[in-house]
C-alpha cells in the first residue's frame, strides 16, 4: 500500500514538521499486522513528497492471531488486504502520525493551521460504488479529483474494469484536515474494516468527523459504511451529528429566554401535558409513544393510567434518557409497571421499525426544534412509516409571544428553537399532512386564549382514517 503527501509549499520541507518525520531518514515502525516505512522521494525547498509504504503480512492475516481475519475462511485466504489501501492506513495514520492527526507541531507551532497546497496520491484504492462515488465523497470538501481505474485483468481486457483506482486529491488546506478527510473515507470507499466495530468507533468517526462531516450531503452512507452497517450505530452517530449542524448558528441564542422560565407562571407545561392526556384517554389508545421525550414527565404520568399498557420514550439525546430512567425510577419499579414503559435512543430524522404498530403517537414541543429542510424526513418517518391511528402534536404559537414584554413580536421563546408558526402557519401545514397521509385533523388551543392573538400553545390531533399499505 502506498500514499505520497506532496507539497510545493515554500519551503516545502515544512512538511517534514508537520508530519514529524524527518525528510531525511527513512523511518520504519512495525505494527501487528505489517511493516511501515516512511521516507521522501523528493525534499527539496520547491517540493517535498512524503511517502508512506505500508507491508501487510499475509501470514499474520491468515493466523489471524491479531483478530485481524476475514468474515469466513476463504477470506482469510484470498482477499486483496496485502496489496491495496483500507482501513490498515487508518490506523497507520492514528499511530504514525497521531500529532499531525491532531494538528499538532511542538517545533513549528505557527504551521498547524497554515493551509499550504497539498496533493495525495493512493496507488491503488478499492472503491465499491463506482468513480462517481469517489467525486461525491472528495468534491464537497473542496478537493479536485482526478481518478484512473484499472483493469480487473490487463491480460484479458475484455473481462472490463476492476473496483481499483489510483485516485489523486489536490487542495490547499492544512495536513492534519487531509489526514482526518483520509482517515475516515479509505475505509468508506472499501466499504470495510479489518477490526472489530463497537461505540468506540462512534466516538471517533464524530472527532475526526469533527467540522465537515455534519454538512456533508452523503454523510449517511459514509456514517454506515463506516461503522459496518450496524444499524444501532449509525443511528447513534447520525442523530449525534444532527446537532453539530451549523444550522442552528442562524438563530442567536442572545434573541432568546428559556422557555421554561418564561412559561412557568403560566403552568403551561401542565396545561400541556393535561390536554395531551385528554386526547390520549379520547382516543382510546392502549399503546403509545412519547417522541422527544425528554426527561420523561408525561411518560410518568402515562404510567400511572392503567388504560395505557405499552409506553415507550424516545429521544436523541442519551443524557435525557438517562434522566428520564433515574426520575421513573425503573430499577426500582414492579415488575408488571417495568414491563409497560421502555425507553429507546433515536432520532425522527430516520426511518426506524420500532414505532410501527403503536395506537398513538405524542410529539409535544418538538417540531419547533427542527430545522425546516428536514421536515419531510420527520414526517414521512411519523406519519408515513410509523402511521399510528392518532398523533397529537404541540408547538408554541408565536403571535401569543407579545403577551411578554422580553420577547415581543420577532424573538423565540427558547435559544434551540428553529423556528416558531403563527396560527395559520400551523394550520396550513397540518392540514397539508393530514390530506397527504390519510388523516382527519382538529385544533386544540392550550392556556387562556387572548383576544386576536389566539392562546400560548396550539395543538393538531390527528387521527387516521385510511391505511396507507
Known amino acids: 500500500?502506498?500514499?505520497?503527501?506532496?507539497?510545493?509549499?515554500?519551503?516545502?520541507?515544512?512538511?517534514?514538521?508537520?508530519?514529524?518525520?524527518?525528510?531525511?531518514?527513512?523511518q520504519n515502525f512495525d505494527l501487528p499486522f505489517g511493516h511501515v516505512n516512511v521516507f521522501y522521494p523528493q525534499a527539496t525547498e520547491e517540493k517535498c513528497t512524503a511517502a508512506i509504504?505500508?507491508?501487510?503480512?499475509?501470514?499474520?492475516?491468515?493466523?489471524?492471531?491479531?483478530?485481524?481475519?476475514?468474515?469466513?475462511?476463504?477470506?482469510?485466504?484470498?482477499?486483496?488486504?496485502?496489496?491495496?489501501?483500507?482501513?490498515?492506513?487508518s490506523v497507520v495514520i492514528s499511530r504514525i502520525f497521531a500529532t499531525a492527526l491532531k494538528g499538532e507541531c511542538k517545533q513549528r507551532p505557527e504551521l498547524i493551521k497554515a493551509e499550504i497546497p497539498l496533493t495525495a496520491k493512493i496507488a491503488v484504492l478499492p472503491c465499491r460504488g463506482g468513480e462517481q462515488f469517489l467525486h461525491d465523497l472528495f468534491k464537497p470538501l473542496g478537493y479536485n479529483v482526478t481518478a484512473k481505474q484499472h483493469l480487473l485483468d490487463e491480460t484479458f481486457p475484455q473481462w472490463g474494469n476492476s473496483v481499483y483506482y489510483t485516485l489523486e486529491l489536490q487542495k490547499t488546506t492544512t495536513v492534519s484536515e487531509l489526514l482526518n478527510h483520509l482517515y475516515v473515507l479509505v475505509p468508506v470507499m472499501d466499504n470495510f474494516k479489518h477490526y472489530y466495530i463497537d461505540s468506540l468507533e462512534v466516538e471517533k468517526l464524530l472527532a475526526h468527523g469533527k467540522g465537515w462531516l455534519a454538512t456533508h450531503p452523503k454523510k449517511e452512507i459514509i456514517t454506515r459504511r463506516y461503522l459496518k452497517h450496524q444499524i444501532s450505530l449509525e443511528r447513534e452517530a447520525l442523530a449525534r451529528l444532527i446537532d453539530e449542524n451549523p444550522i442552528e448558528e442562524e438563530i442567536q441564542p442572545e434573541i432568546a429566554l428559556p422557555?421554561?422560565?418564561?412559561?412557568?407562571?403560566?403552568?403551561?407545561?401542565?396545561?400541556?401535558?393535561?390536554?395531551?392526556?385528554?386526547?390520549?384517554?379520547?382516543?382510546?389508545?392502549?399503546?403509545?409513544?412519547?417522541?422527544?421525550?425528554?426527561?420523561?414527565?408525561?411518560?410518568?404520568?402515562?404510567l400511572k393510567e392503567k388504560q395505557f399498557t405499552k409506553i415507550v420514550g424516545m429521544d436523541v439525546s442519551i443524557r435525557s434518557l438517562e434522566i428520564a430512567s433515574e426520575k421513573l425510577k425503573l430499577g426500582n419499579l414492579a415488575s408488571h409497571i417495568r414491563e409497560r414503559v421502555e425507553l429507546i435512543h433515536g432520532s425522527l430524522m430516520y426511518k426506524d421499525k420500532r414505532l410501527k404498530g403503536y395506537d398513538a403517537a405524542c410529539v409535544i414541543e418538538v417540531i419547533e426544534h427542527l430545522d425546516p429542510p428536514r421536515f419531510a424526513a420527520f414526517e414521512r418517518v411519523l406519519f408515513e412509516f410509523a402511521h399510528p391511528q392518532t398523533v397529537i402534536l404541540t408547538t408554541p404559537n408565536k403571535e401569543y409571544n407579545i403577551m411578554w414584554e422580553n420577547i415581543g413580536?420577532?424573538?423565540?421563546?427558547?435559544?434551540?428553537?428553529?423556528?416558531?408558526?403563527?396560527?395559520?402557519?400551523?394550520?396550513?401545514?397540518?392540514?397539508?399532512?393530514?390530506?397527504?397521509?390519510?388523516?382527519?385533523?382538529?385544533?386544540?388551543?392550550?392556556?387562556?386564549?387572548?383576544?386576536?392573538i389566539g392562546a400560548p400553545t396550539q395543538m393538531a390531533i390527528f387521527t387516521r382514517v385510511c391505511s396507507l399499505y
Open 53 to 89: 509504504l505500508l507491508d501487510v503480512d499475509p501470514i499474520e492475516m491468515v493466523r489471524g492471531k491479531k483478530g485481524i481475519g476475514g468474515s469466513s475462511l476463504m477470506d482469510q485466504y484470498v482477499n486483496d488486504r496485502p496489496y491495496v489501501m483500507s482501513s490498515f492506513l
Open 259 to 302: 422557555e421554561v422560565e418564561i412559561e412557568k407562571t403560566l403552568k403551561l407545561n401542565d396545561e400541556r401535558i393535561g390536554a395531551v392526556i385528554a386526547a390520549l384517554r379520547a382516543s382510546g389508545a392502549k399503546t403509545v409513544l412519547d417522541l422527544g421525550c425528554g426527561e420523561g414527565k408525561l411518560l410518568r404520568i402515562l
Open 1 to 26: 500500500m502506498l500514499l505520497t503527501i506532496t507539497t510545493t509549499h515554500k519551503p516545502a520541507t515544512d512538511l517534514g514538521f508537520l508530519l514529524q518525520k524527518n525528510p531525511f531518514r527513512c
Open 409 to 452: 413580536t420577532e424573538k423565540l421563546r427558547h435559544s434551540d428553537h428553529r423556528f416558531e408558526w403563527r396560527r395559520k402557519e400551523f394550520q396550513i401545514w397540518a392540514k397539508t399532512i393530514s390530506d397527504k397521509f390519510g388523516y382527519d385533523l382538529r385544533f386544540l388551543s392550550v392556556g387562556a386564549e387572548a383576544e386576536n
